[in-house]
């Protein structure tokens, strides 16, 4: 499902949304899918760390505030969605083992050997307690399951942490949106459009200033490699 069909989606079922731009876009699409697509959008960002779930999820608590979502299905999903990811990279870590898990992360475009590293000495340091705080750290959310499945961590001590960390930290963003609500609604309604452009520079520029760094390490890496040889 490519951009242009879930376009047309949002656009076939809120035709008249009072909101503008890629703003308007992302509510009234979230608001066809319905919180489903929240969890959906949640699972997608444990496997694709540059897209933060900062971002969905108080579009979620915004349309629960707005009376186009329900708060806690919404919350119920992203925090099922997170746990789904996490269990799938506790099963990549337990069935590769620690190298070829390395490996195949550093192949991941734009991901780092670098990146699995600090997931791992995050682990070793805290264990369980990794898993609970890690939730809450942007990348390391994302890998520090893999780790625990490597160590073969009991499974449900690892599942109950998950759920912990993930329903405190989807929690607080659902319930940022919806608490600022009131004061959101009539922002959106007025500058929606001008503020869909801010978002997406940002959010261009955000993307630019990753693609930059990561691929300026690689040079650096491969001089360093050829100045050796």
Request: aromatic share 12%.
């Given at each position: 499902?490519?951009?242009?069909?879930?376009?047309?989606?949002?656009?076939?079922?809120?035709?008249?949304?009072?909101?503008s731009g890629f703003i308007g876009w992302?509510?009234?699409?979230?608001?066809?899918?319905?919180?489903l697509g929240v969890g959906l959008a949640i699972l997608i960002e444990t496997f694709v760390p540059p897209i933060p779930s900062e971002a969905v999820l108080p579009g979620a608590g915004f349309l629960a505030y707005d009376g186009r979502m329900n708060a806690w299905l919404a919350w119920g999903?992203?925090?099922?969605a997170a746990l789904l990811g996490a269990w799938m990279w506790y099963g990549i870590g337990a069935l590769l083992g620690r190298n070829r898990?390395?490996?195949?992360?550093?192949?991941?475009?734009?991901?780092?050997?670098?990146?699995?590293?600090?997931?791992?000495?995050?682990?070793?340091?805290?264990?369980?307690?990794?898993?609970?705080v890690g939730?809450?750290?942007?990348?390391?959310?994302?890998?520090?399951?893999?780790?625990?499945?490597?160590?073969?961590?009991?499974?449900?001590?690892?599942?109950?942490?998950?759920?912990?960390?993930?329903?405190?930290?989807?929690?607080?963003?659902?319930?940022?949106?919806y608490a600022f609500g009131p004061a959101i609604k009539p922002v959106l309604e007025q500058w929606s459009g001008i503020i869909s452009n801010l978002v997406l520079v940002v959010i261009a520029l955000l993307v630019l200033w990753f693609v930059v760094v990561r691929l300026n390490k690689l040079m650096k890496l491969r001089k360093q490699t050829d100045s050796a040889r």
């Open positions: 499902m490519n951009l242009t069909t879930l376009t047309h989606i949002a656009e076939q079922y809120h035709p008249d949304s009072e909101y992302v509510l009234s699409l979230m608001e066809s899918i319905g919180e999903a992203a925090t099922v898990t390395r490996a195949l992360v550093g192949r991941i475009p734009l991901m780092e050997f670098e990146d699995f590293d600090k997931a791992e000495a995050f682990f070793q340091k805290w264990g369980g307690v990794a898993v609970l939730r809450c750290v942007p990348l390391v959310r994302s890998f520090i399951s893999i780790p625990a499945g490597i160590e073969k961590m009991n499974f449900a001590k690892f599942s109950m942490y998950t759920l912990a960390g993930s329903g405190v930290w989807n929690g607080i963003w659902i319930g940022l949106g």
